[in-house]
């Protein structure tokens, strides 16, 4: 997938070339640029990132970012720990195996976006789905590197189903939806806000179409989350706590007006659908972002039990060199204060 800048930069040197020339003295250059990478396109999800730089909450807070698409909520975490990137908005649970397995360079995870992961099981309700044990004896459509595939046994642990009873079929990230649009497959694994557009475009009626969000279904997994290199946490600790300030405004913004913040994806991405990606942005505020432990404890945050028991789940997926406890996992000290990230 191509990745697109929003903002460009001049040239630093070029700046204070033409300041020299001029006869200028050049000033301080103040802000800290942060070079950051989202999981996916400029889609109705991303409408908060977008809406905190057009609007310049960055901007008052010092800060001069530069947001790039991605292609999966795994490649921001590559991103960053290579040190391409400053930060990024990737797979928590992802973050953890990386940690793991890399322990010389762990990457930060400082802002909970995501509070249930968009991981689902989707079918058709004409084909015998409509909750989880009616997976038994079906045929389920599960691209390989699937970041829900990755959860499917813990799905299968939670709810007590006979895993061997169903036939996992290996499909395209591209002939997923229209296979099951054509009754090839009976469901498939998918991020539940895309998999349910994307049927709805390949003509199954809204009431046909289940969607099991696994975070409903025994699935303590957070989701993604705003994740940042150590070393710029260390050497730019007040950028980062800015960052956060911004994109939490931006996110209440979100929250309160999805329509208003919507056109925000469409002035970056002139080909899309506002109506389309209204819906794929209200389906991720309901499903993903505002959920009862967040308007109890506020945006951005982990419930330290609730992510041991994630722990747990995510060890039925991968072996630990090294299990991590919450705190190992969350820094919550970049936070903005409690009553910012408060829902009103």
Known sequence: MPSFCLKSRPPRGAFLATVAVLGFSAPALADTDIDFS???KFEGPAAPFLLAEEKGYFDAEGLDVSIDTGA???EPINR??????DMGFGDINSVIKFNDQNPDTPIKSIYIVYNKPPFAIVGR??????EPGDLEGKTLGAPAPDGAYAQWPIFVEANDIDADSVTIENVGFPVR??????GDVDAITGFS???FINLKANNVPVDDIAVLLMADHGVDLYGNTIIVSPAFAEENPEAVKGFLRALNK???ETIADPEAAVDYVLDANAILDKETELERLQMAINQNVVTDEVKENGLGAIDTDRMDSAIDQIGLTFTFASKPEPGDVFDPSFLPAEDERALD
Request: glycine share 10%.
């Open 38 to 40: 989202l999981d996916w």
């Open 72 to 74: 999966g909520s795994v």
């Open 80 to 85: 960053v720990a290579s040190g391409v990137y």
């Open 250 to 252: 931006a996110v209440k």
């Open 125 to 130: 309700r004409s084909l015998g789905i409509s």
């Open 193 to 195: 806000f895309s998999s």
């Open 177 to 182: 939806e229209p296979m099951l649009a054509a």
